[in-house]
C-alpha cells in the first residue's frame, strides 16, 4: 500500500538529478562562453581556451615541458638548446601530435622530448704552409717556399666542430734562414719601438756628437705622436724603419691585419717624413709564413739581430747592457737596442760606452743598407 509520504519521496530524486544535471549543463555553458575548459596536465588541473591546441597549452607553460636539444656530433656538448626532438604527449593514455585539440576533461601528459645529434659534413680544406726559421743571423731570407697540404675533415653541419681528420696531402714548410754577414769591421746599432719622448731625442743627441748612425724602427702610431722626432731621425741621417703600426705580433694575422699593420707604418712614415722605410723588423722577433709574404708584397726586407743585451727588462743596468753587448759583437752584428716601450734610461746611459769599446776594438757603425749580408735588391 503506498503512502503519500512514499509519493512525495518519488517525485523529490527525478527533481534532485534534473537540479544537478542543469547545474553541470550551466557549467559546460558558462565555460564554453568564457572560451576555458577543465583539463588535468601531468596530473594537475587547468582551466585552458576551447580547441587549444597541445602546441598552444605547452607555449602558454614551457616550464612544464621542454623540446629536447641539438647535440655537437665530436662531443656531444649542447650547441642549440631545445633543437632536438618536441615535446612528446599523450592525452588519455594515446599518443598525438602537439597539433592535436583538447576537449574538456582529457587528461594530458607530457614529457621531454629527445635530444638529438646534429648532422655531419665532409670537407676539403688546406693545410696551411707551416715555417721554419733556421740560422742565428740577422738578415732574413727565403730558402724555400713550401706549399700547402690537403686534409679531409668530417664536421658538424651546425657547430664546424672536427670529428674525424684526415691528412690527404702534408705541407711542407717554408724555410727562412738567417744569415750573417762577416769579414769587414762593421756593426749596426737598430733602436725599436720608438719614436719616445724625452729619449729618442737623447739617443740622437748621443749618436750626433760620437759621429754615428742607427736604424730606428718605428712604430706608426708613434710616429703620428711624435713627427718631430721621426723627422729628426731622418734629418740627421740615420734609417727608419717599419715596426707595425701597432707594434703587434703578426704571426697567425690574418691578410687585411697584416696589410694594415705593415703599410699603415709605411704610410705614416712617408707623410711625416717624406721616406719610405726599406726595413721591416717583426715585433718580438716572431715572423712566420704569411707575415713573411705581406712583408715582401710591401717592397721590405726583414731583418731580426744577432746582439740582444735584452735592454728592455726591468732592472737592466747601464753596465750589463753594455758589457753584453761588447762581448757579442762580431764583424756584422745587428745589435738591438730600445729607445721606447718604457724607461730606457740604461740604454741612454750605455750607449756612449758601447759607440767608445767597440770602437776600440776598430769597429764602425753603419746603416743597415752597408752591411755585407744586407740583400742587395727587393724580393
Same mark, same amino acid.
Given at each position: 500500500?503506498?503512502?503519500?509520504?512514499?509519493?512525495?519521496?518519488?517525485?523529490?530524486?527525478?527533481?534532485?538529478?534534473?537540479?544537478?544535471?542543469?547545474? @553541470?549543463?550551466?557549467?559546460?555553458?558558462?565555460? =564554453? +562562453?568564457?572560451?576555458?575548459?577543465?583539463?588535468?596536465?601531468?596530473?594537475?588541473?587547468?582551466? %585552458?581556451?576551447?580547441?587549444?591546441?597541445?602546441?598552444?597549452?605547452? &607555449?602558454?607553460?614551457?616550464?612544464?615541458?621542454?623540446?629536447?636539444?641539438?647535440?655537437?656530433?665530436?662531443?656531444?656538448?649542447?650547441? @642549440?638548446?631545445?633543437?632536438?626532438?618536441?615535446?612528446?604527449?599523450?592525452?588519455?593514455?594515446?599518443?598525438?601530435?602537439?597539433? +592535436?585539440?583538447?576537449?574538456?576533461?582529457?587528461? @594530458?601528459?607530457? +614529457?621531454?622530448? &629527445?635530444?638529438?645529434? *646534429?648532422?655531419?659534413?665532409?670537407?676539403?680544406?688546406?693545410? =696551411?704552409?707551416?715555417?721554419?726559421?733556421?740560422?742565428?743571423?740577422?738578415?732574413?731570407?727565403?730558402?724555400?717556399?713550401?706549399?700547402?697540404?690537403?686534409?679531409?675533415?668530417?664536421?658538424?653541419?651546425?657547430?664546424?666542430?672536427?670529428?674525424?681528420? *684526415?691528412?690527404?696531402?702534408?705541407?711542407?714548410?717554408?724555410?727562412?734562414?738567417?744569415?750573417?754577414?762577416?769579414?769587414?769591421?762593421?756593426?749596426?746599432?737598430?733602436?725599436?719601438?720608438?719614436?719616445?719622448?724625452?729619449?729618442?731625442?737623447?739617443?740622437?743627441?748621443?749618436? #750626433?756628437?760620437?759621429?754615428?748612425?742607427?736604424? !730606428?724602427?718605428? %712604430?706608426? /702610431?708613434?710616429?703620428?705622436?711624435?713627427?718631430? $722626432?721621426? #723627422?729628426?731621425?731622418?734629418? *740627421?741621417?740615420?734609417?727608419?724603419?717599419?715596426?707595425?703600426?701597432?707594434?703587434?705580433?703578426?704571426?697567425?694575422?690574418?691578410?687585411?691585419?697584416?696589410?694594415?699593420?705593415?703599410?699603415?707604418?709605411?704610410?705614416?712614415?712617408?707623410?711625416?717624413?717624406?721616406?719610405?722605410?726599406?726595413?721591416?723588423?717583426?715585433?718580438?722577433?716572431?715572423?712566420?709564413?704569411? =707575415?713573411?709574404?705581406?712583408? #715582401? &708584397?710591401?717592397?721590405?726586407?726583414?731583418?731580426?739581430?744577432?746582439?740582444?743585451?735584452?735592454?728592455?727588462?726591468?732592472?737592466?743596468? +747601464?753596465?750589463?747592457?753594455?758589457?753584453? %753587448?761588447?762581448?757579442?759583437?762580431?764583424?756584422?752584428?745587428?745589435?738591438?737596442?730600445?729607445?721606447?716601450?718604457?724607461?730606457?734610461?740604461?740604454?741612454?746611459? &750605455? /750607449?756612449?760606452?758601447?759607440?767608445?769599446?767597440?770602437?776600440?776594438?776598430?769597429?764602425? !757603425?753603419?746603416? $743597415?743598407?752597408?752591411?755585407?749580408?744586407?740583400?742587395?735588391?727587393?724580393?
Amino acid at each position: 500500500m503506498t503512502t503519500e509520504s512514499d509519493t512525495h519521496a518519488v517525485r523529490i530524486v527525478p527533481k534532485a538529478v534534473w537540479i544537478t544535471a542543469a547545474f @553541470v549543463i550551466f557549467v559546460f555553458l558558462a565555460q =564554453a +562562453a568564457l572560451g576555458r575548459v577543465p583539463v588535468k596536465i601531468d596530473g594537475h588541473p587547468r582551466v %585552458v581556451g576551447v580547441g587549444d591546441s597541445i602546441a598552444e597549452i605547452v &607555449a602558454e607553460r614551457p616550464h612544464d615541458a621542454h623540446p629536447g636539444d641539438l647535440l655537437a656530433a665530436s662531443d656531444r656538448h649542447v650547441i @642549440v638548446p631545445g633543437g632536438g626532438e618536441e615535446v612528446r604527449v599523450r592525452v588519455n593514455g594515446r599518443s598525438v601530435p602537439l597539433s +592535436a585539440r583538447v576537449r574538456p576533461g582529457d587528461l @594530458v601528459q607530457t +614529457a621531454r622530448g &629527445a635530444d638529438t645529434l *646534429e648532422p655531419t659534413i665532409e670537407e676539403t680544406r688546406a693545410i =696551411a704552409v707551416p715555417t721554419e726559421v733556421v740560422g742565428t743571423g740577422a738578415m732574413v731570407t727565403m730558402a724555400a717556399p713550401g706549399s700547402a697540404g690537403i686534409e679531409r675533415l668530417v664536421v658538424g653541419a651546425v657547430s664546424g666542430d672536427v670529428v674525424a681528420s *684526415e691528412t690527404v696531402l702534408p705541407a711542407t714548410p717554408m724555410v727562412l734562414r738567417r744569415t750573417n754577414g762577416g769579414g769587414k769591421m762593421v756593426v749596426a746599432l737598430t733602436f725599436d719601438d720608438g719614436p719616445w719622448p724625452n729619449q729618442t731625442g737623447k739617443v740622437l743627441d748621443i749618436l #750626433k756628437a760620437e759621429k754615428a748612425l742607427a736604424t !730606428f724602427f718605428t %712604430v706608426g /702610431l708613434r710616429v703620428k705622436r711624435e713627427p718631430e $722626432l721621426a #723627422k729628426r731621425i731622418v734629418a *740627421e741621417g740615420n734609417a727608419i724603419g717599419n715596426h707595425t703600426f701597432h707594434h703587434m705580433d703578426l704571426t697567425g694575422a690574418k691578410p687585411d691585419v697584416l696589410r694594415r699593420e705593415i703599410r699603415g707604418e709605411n704610410d705614416m712614415v712617408r707623410w711625416v717624413t717624406g721616406t719610405t722605410p726599406k726595413w721591416f723588423r717583426p715585433p718580438m722577433g716572431r715572423i712566420d709564413g704569411p =707575415a713573411y709574404s705581406a712583408i #715582401k &708584397a710591401a717592397g721590405l726586407r726583414p731583418v731580426l739581430w744577432t746582439v740582444d743585451p735584452q735592454d728592455w727588462r726591468k732592472g737592466a743596468e +747601464a753596465s750589463h747592457i753594455a758589457k753584453s %753587448v761588447i762581448a757579442a759583437a762580431k764583424p756584422g752584428s745587428v745589435i738591438l737596442l730600445h729607445d721606447g716601450g718604457g724607461d730606457r734610461s740604461q740604454t741612454i746611459k &750605455a /750607449l756612449p760606452w758601447i759607440i767608445h769599446e767597440l770602437r776600440k776594438k776598430g769597429y764602425e !757603425f753603419v746603416l $743597415l743598407d752597408d752591411l755585407p749580408s744586407a740583400p742587395k735588391s727587393r724580393w
